[in-house]
């Protein structure tokens, strides 16, 4: 299976994995699942740091390089497309562009996303998976 993580969920497995319920260890723990960070991740990422609601080891350079490692994932980009399908998501969704930019990545690469967020968790048209104990 190929699943993108959620930030929230991307910095758990790192920082907090008792966050996590026993579903989504055991699939970050699966080497026969490939692993997927969006490109989004590191905006929200730094975004966090930046306003201090999160504190890490190192630089976010070297947190994110290590947190990639340690997972075996690789970083999904923002293209265009993704990035207009954000906003061709039906009926009223998810305000936060960068949640909108996660939900677009995993349905246009056919994801399953990895996620404590109930709204995203509602999407019919996703195939997500519940990361919270």
């Not at 998501?89 to 996620?115: E, K, N, S």
Request: aromatic share 4%.
């Amino acid at each position: 299976m190929r699943i993108l993580l959620d930030t929230h969920v991307w910095i758990w497995s790192q920082e907090s994995p008792e966050r996590l319920g026993p579903e989504a260890r055991e699939v970050l723990e699966d080497p026969t699942h490939k692993l997927v960070v969006s490109a989004i991740s590191f905006l929200e990422l730094a975004q966090l740091a930046h306003r201090q609601r999160i504190v890490l080891q190192g630089t976010l350079g070297d947190w994110s390089r290590r947190a990639l490692e340690n997972l075996g994932a690789q970083v999904s980009p923002i293209t265009p497309d993704i990035a207009l399908a954000a906003y061709e998501l039906p009926g009223p969704f998810h305000p936060d562009p960068a949640d909108r930019i996660l939900v677009a990545t995993a349905i246009l690469d056919h994801l399953t996303l990895l996620t404590a967020d109930e709204r995203i968790l509602a999407c019919p048209r996703l195939r997500c998976l519940a990361a919270a104990v």
